[in-house]
Nanobody, 115 residues
Framework: QVQLVESGGGLVQAGGSLRLSCTASISGFSIDAAGWYRQAPGKQRELVAHITRGGYTNYGDSMKGRFTISRDNAKNTVNLQMNSLKPEDTAVYYC?????????WGQGTQVTVAS
C-alpha cells in the first residue's frame, strides 16, 4: 500500500526554521504534482504550497517569502523549508501528492511555534 511519509515537524521558537519532507513509501510510484496543506485547531485546511512535477510553485498568501517548496525527483521527495516562523503557523501539516494518477494524503506532522 502506498503511503506518503512525512518528517521534520516539531517545536520551534518564533523566528526559527523547520524543514518538512514527504516521501512515497513504495518505490516505483513517482510523485507527480504535490503540495503541503495545514490545519490549525478550529480552522479549515488551507494550502501552504504546491509544486508541479516540472517545478512550478505557488504559495498561500501568508507563506510567500517565508516558505519554499522544492522537490528531488531522484529521491521521490518533496520538501518544505519554513523560515521566520510565527505562532500563527502552528498547525498540523499534511503532504498531498498524486502518484500514478491517484491522490494521496500523508498522516500529518505537528508544527508548533512558541512565542
Amino acid at each position: 500500500q502506498v503511503q506518503l511519509v512525512e518528517s521534520g515537524g516539531g517545536l520551534v521558537q518564533a523566528g526559527g526554521s523547520l524543514r518538512l519532507s514527504c516521501t512515497a513509501s513504495i518505490s516505483g510510484f513517482s510523485i507527480d504534482a504535490a503540495g503541503w496543506y495545514r490545519q490549525a485547531p478550529g480552522k479549515q485546511r488551507e494550502l501552504v504550497a504546491h509544486i508541479t512535477r516540472g517545478g512550478y510553485t505557488n504559495y498561500g498568501d501568508s507563506m510567500k517569502g517565508r516558505f519554499t517548496i522544492s522537490r528531488d525527483n531522484a529521491k521521490n521527495t518533496v520538501n518544505l523549508q519554513m523560515n521566520s516562523l510565527k505562532p500563527e503557523d502552528t498547525a498540523v501539516y499534511y503532504c498531498n501528492a498524486f502518484l500514478n494518477g491517484v491522490n494521496y494524503w500523508g498522516q500529518g506532522t505537528q508544527v508548533t511555534v512558541a512565542s
